[in-house]
């Protein structure tokens, strides 16, 4: 995936898309999205045999879109971070299906998750450091991904659509978890490479 991200990444400083300076933070997004990549296709089989679509395209793009930006917990192997990533993705439809929030219930979440997801964006792993241009970057696309899930949720509401309004929830909730795991597991993988 590396690899390919890399050639990726070359072609379109070649064709003269982004500048060089942003070569890190295109690298990096586009090996996060070949992975998730993988982890979609899978997920998407799984979500046609539940007959889950519909909430598995907006589970799928909210999380897709912050993940890639804001960050969050990154496992050491592409294995083991496919195999969570499905896991976390069909767990959080069958919980949306089987629980669904109360309309102010879900704001309170998404409210307090879309503050803290943005505050603490974008998480970084021991892999890849990011400085401080890519963390400005991330910064701010993380921003305008909010602003958008945001108006997409209070659309929903709007119409009465509680049921997506509470998988909004629990996606944003997965989301900011997923983030301060980073965060835990960065500032100790960082505080043993000192020790080293």
Same mark, same amino acid.
């Given at each position: 995936m590396k690899r390919l991200s890399e050639k990726l990444t070359g072609y379109i400083i070649k064709t003269g898309t982004v500048s060089e300076e942003l070569y890190a933070?295109?690298?990096?997004g586009f090996q996060i999205g070949?992975?998730? &990549?993988?982890? !979609?296709?899978?997920?998407?089989?799984i979500a046609i045999y539940l007959h889950m679509i519909p909430?598995?395209?907006?589970?799928t793009g909210i999380f897709m879109l912050l993940r890639t930006y804001?960050?969050?917990?990154? &496992?050491?192997? !592409?294995l083991a971070c496919l195999i969570c990533s499905v896991t976390v993705q069909n767990l959080i439809l069958f919980i949306g299906s089987k629980w669904i929030l109360s309309t102010v219930t879900a704001w309170v979440i998404i409210l307090i998750s879309i503050s803290l997801i943005w505050k603490c964006a974008p998480v970084e792993n021991v892999n890849?450091?990011?400085?401080s241009n890519e963390k400005e970057h991330c910064k701010k696309v993380t921003m305008r991904i909010l602003i958008g899930v945001f108006s997409f949720t209070f659309i929903c509401t709007l119409c009465g659509?509680?049921?997506?309004?509470?998988l909004v929830a629990w996606t944003v909730l997965v989301i900011?978890?997923?983030?301060?795991?980073?965060?835990?597991?960065?500032?100790?993988?960082k505080s043993n490479d000192r020790r080293e």
């Open positions: 933070v295109y690298q990096y070949l992975e998730m &990549l993988c982890c !979609f296709v899978i997920c998407l089989s909430e598995f395209i907006i589970f804001a960050g969050g917990v990154h &496992l050491n192997s !592409f890849r450091e990011l400085d659509v509680d049921k997506i309004v509470s900011l978890i997923s983030q301060y795991i980073g965060v835990v597991k960065y500032k100790i993988e």
